[in-house]
C-alpha cells in the first residue's frame, strides 16, 4: 500500500523556522518525484517546492524562492521542506504528493500527482 506521511508541522513566530518530512512507504520514492503543496482556508491548494525523481531537478513558487528549500535522504525514505524566515501568509495545511517520474515544474498542476498524505498545519503567527 502506497503511503506519505507528513509530519514536523506547528506553530511558530513570523520569521521562525519549521522543517516538514515526507515519509513514504509502499513505493520506491527515488523513482518519484515529491512535491509539497499547500491549502490555506478558502483558498485552492498551491505547489509550494518539487523535487524530482532524479533530484537534480528542483521547483519553488515564487512566494517561497530563497526561503524554502527542499531535499531527498534516500537513505530514510524521506523529502524534507525547510522552510525559514516564515511569514504570517505561509499559514496552511501542507501536503506531500508523489507522482512517478514527474517534471519538477509539475508542481504548479495540484490536480495531476497520483498519492497524497494526509496533510500538516503550519501556522505561522504575527
Known amino acids: 500500500e502506497v503511503q506519505l506521511v507528513e509530519s514536523g508541522g506547528g506553530l511558530v513566530q513570523a520569521g521562525g523556522s519549521l522543517r516538514l518530512s515526507c515519509a513514504a512507504s509502499g513505493f520506491y520514492i527515488d523513482d518519484y518525484s515529491i512535491a509539497w503543496f499547500r491549502q490555506a482556508p478558502g483558498k485552492e491548494r498551491e505547489g509550494v517546492s518539487c523535487?524530482?525523481?532524479?533530484?537534480?531537478?528542483?521547483y519553488y513558487a515564487d512566494s517561497v524562492k530563497g526561503r524554502f528549500t527542499i531535499s531527498r535522504d534516500t537513505a530514510k525514505d524521506t523529502v524534507a521542506l525547510q522552510m525559514d524566515s516564515l511569514k504570517p501568509e505561509d499559514t496552511a495545511v501542507y501536503y506531500c504528493a508523489a507522482k512517478f517520474s514527474a517534471a519538477a515544474w509539475l508542481a504548479r498542476e495540484p490536480n495531476l500527482w497520483d498519492y497524497w498524505g494526509q496533510g500538516t498545519q503550519v501556522t505561522v503567527s504575527s
Open positions: 523535487i524530482s525523481s532524479t533530484g537534480g531537478g528542483t
